[in-house]
């Protein structure tokens, strides 16, 4: 049995490795310097292993070569890797020396390891960290591992054309053009690319613009040859007339290539993800003090807010660099005059609401249980409002810096459902996503509206929202899996909200060679 002070780590050994739908690929680099030897008197041949945690357990994913004689190796040797933006993926990176008349590990000294997520490394791109070594004692040696992400291209061609004097092929109207583009294959075969819309009576037409993935268009390859007839000849009018030019020409009004970001590219470009949570203290949870409340404090069983609490957190902090999250609560009467606030710091500080990392934001929610008194009602809007306030604030810097995360915990279905619409339909024009865990076996069908999966959310005024961005789970489908299976659940979609706004903005991942600038060396 665990202590609740071990709920943290307790929830983080339970996020295991998942056979979903990999977001990315990505490579990462490994150097290592001033490795010592047990031998004072030579020099190490070290090798990096990488190993996986599944499970609990740790496995060797691959492994880098050995490079003679060498106490700063740089390894050629690249680790390919899946990533899940969703997930806790635990690593662990083992140098051993390797002697030329073996290869095994049994016999190879160990030189030291550095244990992290693939999260943190992506997050900071380069990240830099003591080798402890038995005993996790730390020495002068360090390991270096840079992530670059390896994926697909989802660039697309934006064109446009028009055409000027085309051949009248009907008797009694003008011709009715449109406009194909074909793609040259390898084997000198022609495939249809994308075809224009018809313009009806009009020889000198032009077609409204059109966007094509480069992977349509050229298979990725800029070099590819296309056939767009540019002036068009007809080979009978060429054969009879003789001062017969052409019939019509084509013209390329707009060639523009989008480069499309991806959810890796803004995060090693800097961007933080900004987690805020938010936890209903209305009546409904029951007494504290009773062991049948939502909110009762087990001495060896954490309840349903902390298990969600923890294991969405658990993801979302690899993606901030300062571990300070602000949390909120709402429904309650507090302290000292005891008000009913729909928005009050869970720690009391409203000038300073953040806590120092989830832990910390497990420890304030304990802490403040005794001092509240639960009422109502169930409002969510105006937390939604004021983490909406922040990520607007943010949009002045017209930069991917921050990306903002709401976590609300309810027990039941809100009753400011109209104030609710309206604000994330606002909060949707936003870099700010949110998630919406159901507690407790309330009927939460009415929630279900919030998420826009199975159609369009609306203000009560009748404005779509402009981004599906949020995503509603009870818990109790979770009740018997482990809190992982949550966290990837709502979590999921979060990469494409991600890419959809700031893509959709036009804004760019900042420069990647600020981010080198400005890794941050962790201590052991």
């Known amino acids: 049995m665990k202590k609740m002070s071990n709920i943290y780590e307790s929830a983080a050994n339970t996020l295991g490795i998942f056979n979903s739908p990999c977001l990315t690929k990505v490579e990462l680099r490994v150097a290592c310097k001033g490795i010592s030897d047990r031998d004072a008197l030579s020099k190490p041949d070290p090798c990096v292993i990488l190993k996986m945690q599944s499970h609990g357990q740790w496995f060797e994913v691959d492994r880098t070569e050995v490079i003679r004689t060498c ?39 160990f030189l030291g390891g550095m244990e992290c997520t693939l999260g943190q490394i992506v ?70 690319v994308h075809r224009t819309e018809v313009v009806m009576n009009n020889l000198s037409p032009a077609w409204k613009s059109f966007k094509v993935s480069v992977n349509s268009l050229c298979s990725g390859d800029p070099d590819r040859r296309l056939k767009v007839q540019w002036e068009c000849i007809n080979p009978k009018y060429k054969a009879k007339k003789k001062n017969y030019k052409n019939s019509g020409t084509v013209i390329l ?60 957190g658990e993801i979302c902090q690899d993606y901030d660099s300062d571990k300070m999250f602000p ?29 120092a990392g989830i832990q910390g934001v497990v420890e304030a929610y304990q802490s403040c249980l005794p001092k509240l008194q639960l009422y109502g009602p169930t409002n969510i809007a105006p937390i939604i409002q004021k983490v909406a306030k922040s990520a607007s604030e943010e949009t002045n810097t017209k930069e991917a810096s921050q990306y903002f995360i709401l976590l609300i915990l309810t027990d039941g279905v809100i009753t400011d459902m109209a104030d609710t619409r309206e604000a994330i339909v606002h909060a949707s024009h936003l870099p700010m996503s949110v998630i919406i865990v159901g507690v407790g ?36 489908n979770f009740k018997h899996a482990s809190p992982a299976a949550l966290a990837k659940s709502v979590l999921a979609e979060v990469p494409n909200q991600v890419v959809d706004y700031y893509n959709g903005k036009g804004i760019k991942p900042k420069c990647s060679s600020e981010m080198y600038e400005s890794s941050r060396t962790l201590a052991p």
């Open 71 to 109: 106490i700063n190796p740089v390894y050629s040797k690249l680790f390919t890797v899946d990533f899940y933006f969703e997930e806790v993926q635990r690593l662990r990176f083992e140098v051993h020396d390797i002697s030329s008349n073996h290869n095994g590990l049994k016999e190879a000294d």
């Open 123 to 192: 997050s900071q791109r380069k990240l830099s960290k003591s080798l402890l070594k038995h005993g996790n004692t730390a020495g002068k040696s360090s390991i270096t591992v840079i992530a670059e992400e390896l994926s697909g291209n989802d660039d697309y061609v934006e064109l446009a054309f028009n055409a000027r004097k085309l051949d009248d092929k009907d008797f009694f109207s003008k011709s009715d053009p449109f406009l194909e583009i074909f793609r040259m294959n390898d084997d000198a075969t022609q495939q249809l």
């Open 253 to 312: 009004n707009l060639c523009k290539i989008h480069k499309m970001h991806s959810f890796l590219d803004y995060i090693m470009g800097g961007c933080q993800i900004q987690f805020t949570v938010a936890i209903d203290f209305t009546a409904s949870n029951g007494d504290p003090r009773n062991s049948c409340s939502l909110h009762y404090i087990h001495p060896y069983q954490p309840n349903e807010y902390l298990k969600a609490l923890v294991a969405v």
């Open 327 to 355: 949390a909120f609560g709402f429904g309650a009467r507090i302290p000292p005059e005891y008000t009913v606030s729909h928005d009050f710091a869970i720690n009391f500080n409203e000038d300073n609401p953040e806590c």
């Open 441 to 476: 076996n309330a009927d939460f069908s009415d929630m279900q509206m919030l998420d826009g999966d199975d159609g369009i959310l609306r203000s009560p005024k009748g404005e779509p929202v402009l981004r599906d961005i949020v995503q509603f789970v009870p818990f109790r």
